[in-house]
């Protein structure tokens, strides 16, 4: 893998061209989402007949820069590529520009920055329920925690529930690719939070190639590609 600093310069130059194009729509923009799974999701599901997706990165974009990288979209802003700046053992993290940034632990969101609400980070024991809930015969419930800095910074607790609901056919970047669709119900009780997240996953290794996630009940859910996997 090359140098931090050489990916960081990608970084920059990636930013400065999607931020050329398109504009932001602040944190107004980032209220509690509708139903983007209808109107995302829906355009990347292969044979769909939904709305298409917001602008996309293309296929030569994404093949541009010789590092892992991520493709992220929130509500109707076209989306962002992101580049893998760092990794360790658990966690990968990927930036946009110098100012916002996403820690994933095998695929899942545990850490943001730079959205205005952001979660500080995150972890379970064991598996990750979402993982777990591949190929079951039903739906399994577990609980996993994040801190948050609403009103003060403090740890909260997700009850969840993840079911498999079988096989779909999801394109990345043009090309199919089969997985089986993973949806996890949550609630945290202390932000009174009621949300659902989305994955699409492949069982032989557990990638996870697309998401859709809550952070924060503020912050729409971010929708996620993998574009170029980390190795």
């Known amino acids: 893998m090359a140098t931090i600093r050489t990916a960081r310069t990608a970084l920059a130059l990636a ?41 996309k990165v293309e296929r030569t974009m994404a093949e541009k ?9 929130i509500d109707s802003n076209p989306q962002f590529l992101f ?6 053992e658990t966690d990968e993290l990927y930036t946009l520009g110098y100012q ?31 993982k777990a809930a591949v190929n079951a015969p039903g739906a399994i419930q577990g609980v996993r925690w994040f801190e948050s800095a609403e009103r003060g910074i403090g740890t909260h607790t997700a009850e969840c529930v993840a079911q498999d609901f079988g096989e779909e056919t999801i394109t990345v970047l043009g090309s199919p690719i089969s997985t089986r ?32 996630q809550h952070v924060h009940p503020r912050v729409n859910p971010l929708l996620i590609e993998t574009f170029r996997p980390a190795e």
């Open 15 to 55: 930013a400065a061209t999607l931020l050329g194009a398109c504009s932001s729509s602040g944190e107004g923009g980032l209220g509690e989402a509708g139903n983007i799974l209808v109107g995302v999701v829906g355009g990347l599901i292969a044979e769909s007949d939904q709305p298409p997706a917001p602008p």
């Open 65 to 73: 820069y010789p590092f892992a990288s991520i493709g992220v979209t």
């Open 83 to 88: 580049l893998l700046a760092n990794r360790t």
């Open 100 to 130: 916002v940034s996403l820690v994933l632990r095998g695929g899942r969101v545990i850490r943001t920055q730079g959205l205005g609400r952001d979660v500080l980070g995150g972890r379970w024991e064991g598996q990750d329920l979402v």
């Open 181 to 212: 669709h993973v949806s996890e119900v949550c609630d945290v009780a202390s932000m009174k939070w009621h949300f659902r997240n989305e994955f699409w996953i492949t069982p032989a290794d557990g990638r996870v190639w697309l998401s859709l």
